[in-house]
């Protein structure tokens, strides 16, 4: 014969084993959710030139100027810096600060790093074409 006490007790073993249940499916849909960020399908079909500009900018430049070019605190939103009313509105502009840096204000200078002009020029490719609303966030597909 059950007592209400082993009763409340076996309640409170299912419950707590609920939970558990619950935390476990949690973790796994967030898990899911971790994998799918990183193999998200493409949003946007691009240049070769883009893409690899793409790949350089996340590589080198987005833990300071933000994933995807979206910004950070310690750095210029470089969406708005090459607006046409932006203080980097050309190509040369963005070649000339990105190679020779402003390395006492924390912009490294790469150039004397080993950057080629080739990739800084990709790099604004792609960056060009996040400020002009050309591209949304996340990994882009290759043309062809
Ligand atoms: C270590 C952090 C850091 C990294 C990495 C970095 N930057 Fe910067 N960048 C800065 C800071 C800080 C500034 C602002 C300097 C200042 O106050 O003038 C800046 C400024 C700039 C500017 C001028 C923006 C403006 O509005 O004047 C451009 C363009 C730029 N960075 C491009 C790049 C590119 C492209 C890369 C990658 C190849 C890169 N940065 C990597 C920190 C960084």
Known sequence: MRTPRSAGLRRLVMG???LVAAGT????VEAQELRDQYHQAPRDTVSQEVYDGWKQFNLNCARCHGEDVLGTTIAPHLIISLKP???INTKEAFIQVVCAGRPDKGM????PLGMDPGTIEKIYAY???RSDGKM???RPARKG
């Open 16 to 18: 707590a084993g609920i």
């Open 136 to 138: 949304s966030p996340g």
């Open 85 to 87: 009313e932006g203080p």
């Open 127 to 129: 960056v060009k074409s």
């Open 25 to 28: 499916v949690s973790s796994s």
């Open 108 to 111: 490294p200078a790469w150039c």
